[in-house]
């Protein structure tokens, strides 16, 4: 079962507003190496709303193999905020934050529907299962490459950011391999 609230302090507001009605945003914080915990602890103390993919890992150390859970992207996490109405100037100052992402002296939001994908496919565990997202027998626009703007359904996903595409070329489904950056799911 996937589970889209768990790493946040309190249940998300309907339609992803803040209380004064402007739309809080996914923004990213950058964190020390090896802190994305610590600071995601710390930014939920201060009642922010967090999102911290992990991903499980095998340790191998003094002769010892343990599996552990880690952060999926190093020195990343994302915090939810209505950058106008709410005071996020404590988030640079709290530890293991290195800084908040910004431009212009303000936080930049994740783009609409990346971080909501993200939690989508987060487990009960907050394990991030990236292969959820891209499932076979899905219809895929390919948006970059000789093959650009062509329609297929996804066959396969690799586990090295490539995956199979089955495309309708003279009435015969062609298979072609390509980044997974390359393209877009039709929904």
């Known amino acids: 079962m996937l589970n889209a609230d768990l790493y946040h302090n309190r249940p ?18 950058q964190t020390h190496q090896h802190s994305e915990s610590l600071a995601e602890r710390h930014l939920l103390s201060q009642s922010f709303r967090t999102f911290l993919p ?19 992207f190093d020195c990343y996490l994302f915090v939810l905020l209505a950058v106008h109405q709410q005071s996020w100037y ?18 930049i939001p994740a783009p609409y529907g990346v971080v909501e994908s993200l939690i989508s496919a987060t487990d009960d565990d907050g394990i991030l299962h990236p292969d ?6 899905q219809r895929i626009r390919i948006t970059d490459g000789p093959f650009s703007d062509q329609l297929g ?13 089955l495309l ?16 877009s799911v039709i929904s």
């Open 12 to 29: 998300l507001d309907l339609a992803g507003q803040s209380h004064d009605g402007e739309p809080a945003r996914w923004c990213v914080v």
């Open 54 to 72: 992990k991903r499980r890992r095998t340790v191998r150390h003094a002769r010892s193999v343990k599996t552990v859970s880690s952060a999926y």
């Open 90 to 107: 404590p988030i640079n100052s709290t530890v293991g934050v290195r800084k908040l992402v910004m431009s212009k002296g303000m936080p």
């Open 132 to 137: 959820i997202l891209l499932r076979p027998g």
């Open 153 to 165: 359904v996804l066959d396969q996903v690799g586990s090295a950011g490539a995956v199979r595409i």
């Open 168 to 183: 309708d070329i003279m009435n015969r489904s062609i298979p072609i391999t390509i980044g997974r950056d390359k393209i």
